[in-house]
């Protein structure tokens, strides 16, 4: 049996369940940690933390479209390690800038190194 609730707001999720320990490697008092796959109603993205920035406006990544800089706004969902989960504008395969700050401006020339 597994049960949780949880919040959005505050990225926590109580959960209970039942696992088969017949071989004693779990002791009462240890933690344990859980990988939980989810599914997905639509799509998502993970970009590296890095990629993400903000101003009191917005948040957004920068994109490379034909050389130039273009901010994308996206929402930050889930984190993952280094990595955030984000929806916006973007598909798999757009070209992001890895350390995005608010100084690299719409417009201006982007090269890879």
């Known amino acids: 049996m597994t049960s949780f609730s949880g919040s959005f707001d505050t990225r926590t999720m109580a959960v209970e369940a039942d696992v088969d320990n017949r071989d004693g490697r779990l002791a009462p008092g240890m933690y344990a940690e859980v990988s939980w796959t989810l599914r997905r109603d639509k799509k998502s993205l993970f970009v590296p933390r890095s990629a993400v920035t903000q101003t009191t406006e ?7 479209r034909n050389g130039e800089a273009e901010w994308i706004d996206v929402r930050r ?8 989960e984000v929806f916006g504008n973007l598909t798999a395969g757009d070209r992001i800038v890895l350390h995005a700050t608010d100084e690299i401006r719409p417009g201006m020339a982007v090269t890879s190194p």
Not at 58 to 64: E, H
Not at 77 to 84: A, L, M, P
């Open 77 to 84: 969902r889930v984190f993952q390690g280094d990595r955030v």
């Open 58 to 64: 917005r948040v957004f990544v920068i994109r490379v």
